[in-house]
RNA sequence: GGGCGAGUGGCGGAAUGGUAUACGCGGCAGACUCAAAAUCUGCUGAUCGCAAGGUCGUGAGGGUUCAAGUCCCUCCUCGCCCACCA
């Protein structure tokens, strides 16, 4: 073959891999390397980019560890159950048997012609009886260790799609993530897995695998842990209505206790069960008709109802510290799903609190004051703690945003206008004076007084003593510039005070006694004192205490009047398990009336889809296959009773939760896998996939891993060593590829418009970071082709004559050069394929091109050429390695380097004067010393006519980057 | 509002604190050709200059350093995920 013709060289090769296939050993002597990518749902559209990308980098990777030594396996699979299939079925008038069936074989063609190394002997299909009859076996499992439950209650359900969904499948929109439609709320007897059990475990777990911290850090967050404490509030039984009714008790859930003083009303979400029982007679009217308001609205209109609304029950329950009455409330923004649907109001400290208590006029106290920080003198033990009130005052320009600042020269401290409250005096007497004092300004407008205080408690050198100070911000306004000429008391102006006008953005230069976020907070008419942690003021005995200690003194006290507990909540909720669709995997229960939900004996597992002739849900929510008389109707396992079989079936995510697991024993009928394979290969080494399935697929799978390792079915606690996410490829546009835009890229068109299958993986490989969502770019592959094109030549060239080439070039230098060439390339491209950088190292591969076909190369350096590229693009490498070599590519090692042939012969020094490039000079690598560097630069003619007389001050010789820098 | 990440040529993107823009795309010029395509060679950050060469330049502003795209502080913009989570 002359000329590079992709399609002779892919098509051979194909058929080479499959009379020579790459299979994963079991038990192989090698090490064993799984290198599993996420397997696809085989939709009617075939194989678009992004499969394509993950793919190719998990072959990439794949092909790397082969050469390398290792028994990799690089499996595939189908996830095929779910309704994209049911509906392309029923357009297409075929069953979804056949419909998958058809996909499958697509998706098959286009990975083969991919040349992708898949062990095709280990294909799974989750909708394959063999395989769904262990997803039925593996949820009975849960099922009898309790982790399987049915429920009743109001769950996510799509309208359009007639089932049920799980709360990940909801979008933050409110839709549903696959169709887009709205979710509303339906109630229904579902099927619940308790993944809220294993909350705690998927966090810990996260320790022990090599995640990057955004997959890591959005898992955590999804679980969302916190922890606090449950706090009962006793109801004060209403005066009218003596029934001699039990007391109630209000839980909440809070993660502040210690703002427990603070809590001024209690509201519950308007669903919560004691509502009805607690509001008053003469609340009761209001109360119902807002219930139902709110039961009207969705919950996206109601999560976007930026307002918060609400309506007193007319009942009061009593603060377990402070004993004062707080009115108990109920009120959409609580959500009854969380904690216990109930909340403490802390309206000084939570926004929504806040806002909810200044539109009712309800009572705000703010319980802990933020802590001053106090940079230059903190408090010294021993000595006297004197408490003292002070005030800090805000005094703004008459015409400017610009507000009077204080310059301590002497201290160099900056500061607002302030100091001591005076006996007898008010806290406006004694700003007015303090400001006098320090600025001369008289003319003074009262604004008001910042809501909130603060703490601070410093060593007062001057009079020996620890000052325990309480400030209070009071907000002036001067009146008049003009009349008001500062003029400064005696004894201040003996300080070496000034006053200096500062606007509002130079306010952040003061000393931090001055809280500058609470400033512009109330500047900014925010209102609400963010202190995560500050004293405890208004608090009785807990006064001055750190918040962080008062909490604990808080709910220790309570727990010992029985009024809380520690506990921790998630945001995570039991998983919804149930589907109302028919192609999915049935759930392996028959429903007795005697005997209950009775799990489906092993040997009549798999519980197999019946054929039905239409596979639309009824709109009472049930599946279809509770019309299918022969199949639901059977005896109970247990008494031999009849009996009905549950007709929900799984969600799609059942299958993919143990898939990988099933590649390690594809064909096993007696056991979802023989425990001595599993524990062979053990972990998946790698996990490729996207980042859309991070808190679905990903946190799913862990836990059924999870759920498995405890109960003894495999070996190892989590399923995967290290996980990657691939970015997003979008259109040329920017846009995301869609077929509803028109902009959607068909790999196997690229591939037959005749760049091949190894110039569009180059591409994908050159494209951009691996895990960067970037453009299609279609001239790249034009690009990779190109280089393909110059690889060949350049292999021909090799093969003709080697001694052409070396007639060309001096003997001897030509040898050297070629060996620091492939040295070079070789190095890159390892540390490259290593740290997962494709880009790059195909970017390495196109500069090693360019640099051997200056020289020649001969054909040993060309079949190492190929094999570097062999993992890229692997169909045009195994024939070239052929053509150079008459050996396979693959009975080969990955090649390595001489440390020795890194080292150039001549380098180039750079030399800048104060860091600035000015001359560049040739030197023998052997004379890159400090002393040869340095008096080669200083001598050096450029360097001299820019220094002329100047002294040289220093000079820094940096012999590892080849670098002299001389400051002058 | 919370979490994570990113800002570098016309574009995708390179760069262990040490020559910013590797590699590729696109563009320009030339060679080959009757011509075109393909291929090959050269040029391609901005700006001033006939040139040698200078000056500026990695979102903005400060700082550390002999030296900053890279480290620290302040700010701006964009992307993704979550979001009334108590």
Redesign the pocket.
């Known amino acids: 073959m002359e000329k590079y013709d992709p399609g002779a060289v892919e098509q051979k090769w194909q058929q080479y891999w499959s009379k020579n296939p790459y299979l994963a050993l079991d038990f192989g002597k090698k090490p064993k390397f799984v290198m599993l990518t996420e397997f696809p749902y085989p939709s009617g559209d075939g194989l678009h980019l992004g499969h394509t990308r993950e793919y190719t980098y998990g072959d990439i990777i794949a092909r790397y560890k082969r050469l390398q030594g290792y028994n990799v396996m690089y499996p595939m699979g189908f996830d095929a159950f779910g309704l994209p299939t049911e509906n392309y079925a029923i357009k297409n008038n075929i069953t979804p048997q056949e419909a998958t069936e058809r996909n499958v074989a697509t998706f098959t063609d286009q990975f083969k012609s991919l040349g992708y190394s898949f062990d095709w002997t280990r294909v799974i299909n989750t909708t394959d009886p063999g395989y769904y009859k262990w997803t039925q076996w593996l949820f009975l499992q849960f099922y009898k260790h309790d982790m399987a439950y049915q429920e009743e209650s109001s769950i996510n359900w799509c309208p359009r799609c007639k089932t049920g969904l799980a709360n990940e499948e909801v979008?933050?929109s409110g839709r549903h993530e696959r169709c887009e439609t709205l979710v509303e709320k339906k109630k229904l007897k579902q099927w619940m897995l308790r993944i809220t059990k294993y909350a705690d475990r998927l966090i810990e777990g996260l320790e022990n695998v090599d995640y990057p911290?955004?997959i890591a850090?959005?898992q955590v967050?999804?679980i969302?842990r916190?922890e606090?404490a449950e706090i009962s509030f006793v109801v004060a039984p209403a005066e009218s209505e003596t029934s001699g009714e039990a007391t109630h008790k209000i839980k909440?859930?809070?993660?502040?206790p210690d703002t427990i003083c603070g809590a001024s009303f209690l509201v519950l979400?308007p669903e919560h069960p004691l509502v009805d029982r607690i509001t008053t007679k003469d609340a009761k009217p209001e109360v119902n008709s807002y219930k139902k308001m709110v039961a009207a609205k969705s919950e996206i209109a109601?999560?976007e109802?930026k307002n918060?609304t609400g309506v007193f029950t007319g009942a009061y329950a009593t603060n377990p510290i402070s004993g004062d009455k707080m009115p108990i409330w109920i009120a959409?923004?609580?959500?009854a799903t969380?904690?216990?649907?109930?909340?403490m109001a802390v309206p000084a400290h939570?926004e929504?609190d806040h806002e909810f208590a200044s539109k009712y006029s309800l009572p705000i106290v703010q319980v802990v004051a933020a802590e001053e920080a106090n940079p230059v003198d903190p408090p010294r033990a021993g000595k006297k703690n004197t408490k003292r009130q002070t005030v800090s005052c805000l005094v703004k320009h008459p015409e400017k945003d610009e507000y009077l600042t204080i310059n301590w020269t002497k201290r160099g401290w900056r500061t607002l206008p302030k100091g001591g409250i005076e006996d007898g005096e008010t806290a406006e007497e004694a700003a007015r004076r303090e400001i006098t004092e320090e600025t001369g300004y008289k003319n003074l407008k009262y604004l008001g007084e910042m809501p909130y205080c603060r703490h601070s408690c410093f060593y007062a050198a001057h009079k020996d003593i620890n000052r325990d100070i309480t400030t209070i911000y009071l907000h002036f306004q001067l009146e008049d510039l003009d009349r008001d000429q500062p003029e400064l008391d005696e004894i201040e102006a003996a300080e070496g005070i000034e006053a200096v006008w500062a606007p509002r953005s130079d306010l952040s230069s003061l000393t931090p006694h001055d809280p500058l976020d609470i400033i512009t907070d109330w500047l900014d008419g925010k209102m609400i004192c963010h202190t995560d942690c500050g004293t405890m003021i208004n608090s009785g005995e807990f006064d001055g205490l750190l918040s962080s200690d008062a909490s604990e003194k808080i709910i220790a006290k309570l727990e010992s009047m029985g009024a809380a507990s520690r506990k921790t909540?998630f945001?995570l909720r039991d998983w919804i398990f149930s589907r109302q669709r028919y192609w999915g995997e049935p759930i392996p229960i028959i429903h007795c009336a005697d005997c209950g939900a009775v799990p489906v004996p092993d040997k009549d597992l798999p519980v197999v889809l019946p054929k039905v002739d239409s596979y639309e849900p009824s709109d009472t929510g049930e599946s279809v296959l509770a019309s299918v008389p022969d199949w639901v109707n059977v005896p109970c396992p247990k008494c031999q009773k009849p009996a009905k079989r549950e007709t929900d079936t799984m969600p799609n995510w059942a299958g993919s939760s143990w898939y990988w697991l099933r590649y390690f024993d594809a064909h096993n009928d007696q056991a979802f896998a023989d425990p001595k394979k599993l524990k062979y290969w053990g972990e998946v080494d790698l996990y490729l996939g996207g980042?859309?399935h991070?808190?679905l697929h990903l946190l799913y799978s862990r836990f059924w891993h999870q759920f498995f390792y405890d109960h003894k079915l495999v070996p190892t606690p989590e399923p995967y060593a290290a996980r990657r996410g691939q970015g997003i490829i979008l259109a040329s546009d920017g846009r995301k590829m869609s077929k509803s835009l028109g902009n959607v890229i068909n790999p196997t068109s690229v591939i037959n418009d005749g760049y091949g299958a190894d110039a569009l993986r180059l591409a994908i490989a050159?494209?951009?970071?691996f895990d960067?969502?970037?453009?299609w770019?279609p001239?790249?592959v034009?690009?990779?082709y190109?280089?393909l094109?110059?690889v060949w030549n350049l292999c021909q060239q090799a093969q003709k004559s080697d001694s052409e080439t070396v007639k060309a070039i001096p003997a001897e230098g030509w040898a050297a050069e070629l060996r620091r060439v492939r040295a070079k390339t070789v190095k890159k491209v390892r540390d490259d394929l290593d740290g997962m950088?494709f880009?790059?190292a195909?970017?390495a591969l196109?500069?090693g091109l360019?640099d051997l076909?200056k020289h020649g190369p001969d054909k040993e350096t060309m079949a190492d050429f190929c094999l570097l590229l062999s993992s890229f693009a692997p169909h045009i490498s195994h024939e070239l390695y052929h053509q150079l070599t008459g050996k396979q590519l693959d009975t080969a090692e990955f090649p390595t380097y001489d440390e020795k042939d890194l080292v150039d012969t001549e380098v180039?020094v750079?030399i800048?004067i104060?860091?600035?490039?000015?001359s560049?000079v040739k030197v023998p690598a052997d004379q890159v010393t400090q002393e040869t560097l340095q008096s080669i630069a200083e001598n050096d003619v450029r360097v001299k006519q820019f220094i002329g007389s100047t002294p040289i001050k220093?000079t820094?010789v940096?012999t590892?980057?080849?670098?002299v820098?001389i400051?002058i």
Not at 252 to 256: A, G, H, Y
Not at 766 to 769: D, I
Not at 914 to 918: E, L, M, P
């Open positions: 979008l933050s911290s955004r850090d959005q967050n999804w969302g916190s606090g909440v859930f809070t993660t502040r979400a109601r999560a109802e918060k959409d923004y609580v959500l969380y904690g216990e649907g109930a909340i939570d929504r909540s945001k980042m859309e991070t808190t050159f494209l951009a970071p960067q969502t970037t453009p770019n001239e790249g034009a690009g990779t190109r280089f094109v110059r950088h880009n790059t195909v970017a196109m500069g360019n076909s180039e750079v800048q104060n860091g600035k490039v000015r560049k220093k820094i940096v590892k980057n080849r670098l820098n400051v």
